[in-house]
Nanobody
Framework: QLQLAESGGGLVQSGGSLRLSCTTS????????MGWFRQAPGKEREEVSCISPTGDDANYGDSVKGRFIISRDNVENTVWLQMTSLNVEDTATYYCAPVYSLEPCRAPEFTFWGRGTQVTVFS
């Protein structure tokens, strides 16, 4: 199974920014649409953003539109999530995964969810 490594999370004040990274050495990502998802304690996992294999198409959840930007570099085999204007509602563990649909952003049910990276926003 494909194992992805998320990083870049941390503790940040409301209004701040973070840049998350997702990469793997197991498999080239250039043929996969990829997505970022998040899960807050006591809540279901929700889609944040997805990007096409070439990076020329992306989709965003309503709660992050205009604040987050997803990008990728297939040479570096990495997908990023640039997060700005963070607020306490963005506090969650963030995960990346291959997706089969950009709109809506959907990961397969059999997705192996890794450890994720924790984002904590304080006011």
């Amino acid at each position: 199974q494909l194992q992805l490594a998320e990083s870049g999370g941390g503790l940040v004040q409301s209004g701040g920014s973070l840049r998350l990274s997702c990469t793997t050495s197991d498999f080239p990502l250039d043929e996969l649409a990829m997505g970022w998802f998040r899960q807050a304690p006591g809540k279901e996992r929700e889609e944040v953003s997805c990007i096409s294999p070439t990076g020329d198409d992306a989709n965003y959840g309503d709660s992050v539109k205009g604040r987050f930007i997803i990008s990728r570099d297939n040479v570096e085999n990495t997908v990023w999530l640039q997060m700005t204007s963070l607020n306490v509602e963005d506090t969650a563990t963030y995960y990346c995964a291959p997706v089969y649909s950009l709109e809506p952003c959907r990961a397969p049910e059999f997705t192996f969810w890794g450890r994720g990276t924790q984002v904590t926003v304080f006011s």
